[in-house]
């Protein structure tokens, strides 16, 4: 079974700063999606990023990007430029490769609640 | 474009009452789900169809908990009877089998109390 963990139940962080969050896991799958989804305050989940475990190169949306470290089981979330939308509680995800019978089952972490402060 | 709709967003009711939460999938999308998320247990996965029928309900806690999707456009989560350690936010997401892997589009969820 795979776990995920994220080690951070909160943080904060200036306007226009920088921060990151932490996620580990762990699996015995070579081949995996990792994600982090937004849920703000309204509680509808949105997906962040996304790294498909085979692409060593870290994938990266406008001011998201992440730091994908395979052997050590470390997906990280770097928010740059923070705004005040990027309040929110994130949790990172992980989930099985389809041809391993991944299928849908996504196995979230239990979330850190970001604060962006003025 | 309407997102994933659910109802009720807030539910309260007693032990031992039923309770039913619905979800409308975004259409044309042809996965939906199901999760609970609670402070203790965070986001679980509880049970997921494709083109209507189940495929995993290894998450349904016990048999009180029942989900149905008539069709294509509606689904059902039913708890019967409710008991306080069901009090949580229900979510329900949907997401388009040719769509990227891992997005599911998720509603805004429905908070249930059962005192």
């Known amino acids: 079974a795979q776990t995920v963990t994220q080690s951070q139940p909160e943080m904060s962080v200036q306007e226009a700063e920088t921060v990151t969050l932490s996620c580990t896991y762990d699996?015995?799958?070579?081949?995996?999606?990792l994600f982090w989804y937004k849920q703000p305050p309204s509680r509808q989940m949105i997906l962040v990023i996304r790294?498909?475990?085979?692409?060593?190169q870290n994938a990266t949306e406008n001011r998201f990007s992440v730091n994908f470290q395979k052997a050590a089981k470390s997906f990280s979330l770097k928010i740059s430029d923070s705004q005040l939308g990027d309040t929110a509680m994130y949790f990172c995800?992980?989930?099985?490769?389809?041809?391993?019978?991944?299928?849908?089952?996504?196995?979230f972490g239990t979330g850190t609640q970001l604060k962006v402060e003025l | 474009d309407a997102g994933v709709i659910q109802s009720p967003r807030h539910e309260v009711t007693e032990m031992g009452q039923e309770v039913t939460l619905r979800c409308k999938p975004i259409?044309?999308?042809?996965?939906l789900f199901w999760y609970r998320q609670t402070m203790m247990r965070g986001l679980e996965l509880l049970i997921y169809?494709?083109?209507?029928?189940?495929?995993?309900d290894s998450g349904m806690p016990e048999d009180r908990f029942s989900a149905k999707m008539p069709n294509a456009s509606f689904s059902t989560l039913k708890i019967q009877p409710s008991e306080p350690r069901d009090s949580a936010v229900y979510f329900c997401?949907?997401?388009?089998?040719?769509?990227?892997?891992?997005?599911?589009?998720f509603g805004e969820g429905s908070r249930l109390t059962v005192l």
């Open positions: 995800a992980f989930m099985k490769h389809e041809l391993t019978g991944g299928g849908n089952k996504l196995t």
């Open positions: 169809f494709n083109n209507n029928v189940p495929i995993d």
């Open positions: 790294q498909e475990a085979y692409k060593q």
């Open positions: 997401a949907s997401r388009m089998g040719t769509t990227v892997v891992g997005e599911l589009f």
């Open positions: 699996t015995s799958e070579s081949n995996y999606y």
């Open positions: 259409s044309g999308h042809d996965y």
